[in-house]
Nanobody, 124 residues
Framework: QEHLVESGGDLVHPGGSLRLSCAGS????????VAWFRQAPGKEREGIAC????????LYADSVKGRFTISRDNDKNTVYLQMNSLKPEDTAVYFC?????????????????WGQGTQVAVSS
């Protein structure tokens, strides 16, 4: 059974927007720090956005800062990634991950629970 389930991936044109969702199927996400990662073909997994369990602090990679926003809806037990001004280089499989520390991190090694990913393709 997957602890996290991502959805919302799609094919969009450059400049478009998407909102990805990460639902906790077993985990209660308000008790976890949650991050979004992405992995393009032939590249390492990249941490792009994080939201802590404690005070809702956020951290973004420079590659997405100002374009992507991570947010939570605790009533729906879901964490979102709003992606605006999408570029072809944003094409990747997007994963959400969780750990139970109150610490911002974009390092995959710090995360215990992972979803299976959702594909985002940005192309004209």
């Amino acid at each position: 059974q997957e602890h996290l389930v991502e959805s919302g991936g799609d094919l969009v044109h450059p400049g478009g927007s998407l909102r990805l969702s990460c639902a906790g199927s077993v985990l209660v996400l308000s008790y976890y720090t949650v991050a979004w990662f992405r992995q393009a073909p032939g590249k390492e997994r990249e941490g792009i956005a994080c939201s802590t369990l404690s005070d809702g602090s956020t951290l973004y990679a420079d590659s997405v800062k100002g374009r992507f926003t991570i947010s939570r809806d605790n009533d729906k037990n879901t964490v979102y990634l709003q992606m605006n001004s999408l570029k072809p280089e944003d094409t990747a499989v997007y994963f959400c991950a969780a750990h139970d520390w109150a610490r911002l991190s974009l390092s995959p090694e710090d995360y215990t629970f992972w979803g299976q990913g959702t594909q985002v393709a940005v192309s004209s």
